[in-house]
């Protein structure tokens, strides 16, 4: 597949193509193996991904896509007259075949509104109504990029198309090229961008163990550290830089999302328990090493073209994984993950050489 092609006008193809995302970035990222896939299905089609604000640029750049809409029901589609409006938006476009990833009443009733003619979802006790091509959802377990594959087939993924698309500008690389000069990160030791943040706290390798990890890291490998996240996440890095002997680089807010996928990319090592920006590490082909806890690898495990290491706390005899208990006192499935465990995993991978 020329993943290349020239880009369709919304009013040249007779198939017009909306994809109704879903709304997290690891979700995103997991769904553009069946963008892929949908391409391949519609080869001339014009095709076009509605997503909520803070995942659109995920899909910006996706060369198999034509179009990226934002679904901003925070502003101009807020509320039922928002609807209707989206509903309008959509309308103009002239779509006429619908794949919705996240079953939603109220977005499935705007395709309907807008004629489109052909809409594919989930069948749930909600939307089932308004779809004409209802998907029982699969029985078997699956990791959440084949159950979104899975829509648009009727199949797993296969072997050789299990990564997630995740596309870079020029500028992009030339801004992290620079940033990295500038703070002298990387130019003559190898660089381990650790990202210490995640959605729900539970998520989170505990913060003396990033402290301690950093210390061995540059003390006993002689290793530059950087600290990645957003700007919310400032605090929380300076938390651990502040129990830290040798103070990492703190670069939490000072990259988008695109730039961060290649500060990954330059990087030697990438450490990150289960989060979006995991996912663009392993979607731009990082070495990372994932730490998993409450959540399953076997479900939400970040994909790339090649095999990535992934460490498992353990679970207490009550626990269920995934786990929702936001009310966890110990977090026990991630605090049993050591420092030592994780240097280990990095030094058999070859990924470590200690000081000699």
Known sequence: MNIFRKKQSPFSAQERIVIVEVNWLGDVLFSTPAIRAIRKKHPGAYIAALVVPRCK?????????????????????????????????LKVRHFN??????????????????????????????TAFLLTERVIFPKD??????????????????SGERYCDYFVSPDDR????????????????????????????????????FAQLIDV?????????????AYSEYGLAEGIASL????????CGLTTLKQLGVLFQKSSIVISADSGPLHVAAAV????LSLYGPTSPELTGPLSRDELPILCGRQAPACQVPCYNLECKDNVCMSSITVEQVVGELEKRGWLKARQ
């Not at 699956?142 to 993924?157: E, F, K, N, P, Q």
């Not at 082909?285 to 990372?288: D, E, L, N």
Request: hydrophobic share 40%; aromatic share 12%; proline share 3%.
């Open 57 to 89: 640029v995920l899909l910006l750049g996706n060369n198999y896509l034509d179009e990226v809409i934002a679904l901003d029901e925070e502003g101009r589609y807020k509320g039922f007259g928002g609807k209707l409006r989206l509903a309008r938006d």
């Open 244 to 251: 830290t002997r040798s103070k990492p680089f703190i670069a």
């Open 285 to 288: 082909g990082a070495r990372v």
């Open 217 to 229: 890291l540059k003390e006993n490998y002689q290793m530059d550290v950087v600290i990645s996240g």
């Open 141 to 158: 377990k699956m990791h959440r990029a084949d159950v979104y594959y899975y829509l648009v087939t009727g199949s797993r993924i296969p």
């Open 97 to 126: 075949i619908a794949y919705i990833f996240r079953p939603s009443l109220t977005r499935t009733l705007c395709l309907f509104l807008a004629g489109v003619r052909r809409r594919i979802g989930f069948a749930t006790k909600k």
């Open 174 to 209: 030339d801004f992290i090229e620079d940033f990295l000069r500038k703070h002298r990160l990387g130019q003559e030791k190898n660089l381990v961008t650790l990202h210490v943040g995640g959605n729900w706290d539970l998520k989170r390798w505990p913060k003396e163990r």
